[in-house]
């Protein structure tokens, strides 16, 4: 059974840091590709970053976030993370990390399989 499982949320203040992790388990983790995705309410889902699950990861990151959000991952722990650096009120979101099960890890892919949700509050 494939589990995405995302921790890391919480509320900080603008300026601030959070780590998001998803660990992964119930597939094979490696040579797929793993994205992190953002939804506010009464908007639409954003694609925030994604990452190709091999030893040279090949990564993406939306513009709105470039320079502040990096995307890594950990391949024995199968878990991918998303350290999130002076975060902003518009960051708020409920932060969804989602699996990919193929080798092309590129924008408008359908993702297989997704995790509950993390939420993360910013305030000014």
């Known amino acids: 059974q494939v589990q995405l499982v995302e921790s890391g949320g919480g509320s900080v203040q603008a300026g601030g840091s959070l780590r998001l992790s998803c660990a992964a388990s119930g597939y094979t983790y490696t040579s797929n590709c793993m994205g992190w995705f953002r939804q506010a309410p009464g908007k639409e889902r954003e694609a925030v970053a994604r990452?190709?699950?091999?030893?040279?990861?090949?990564?993406y990151v939306a513009d709105s976030v470039k320079g502040r959000f990096t995307i890594s991952q950990d391949i024995p722990k199968k878990t991918v993370y998303l350290q999130m650096n002076s975060l902003k009120p518009e960051d708020t979101a409920m932060y969804y990390c989602a699996a990919a099960l193929t080798r092309i890890c590129d924008t408008g892919i359908e993702y297989n399989y997704w995790g509950q949700g993390t939420q993360v509050t910013v305030s000014s």
């Open positions: 990452i190709y699950t091999t030893t040279y990861g090949v990564t």
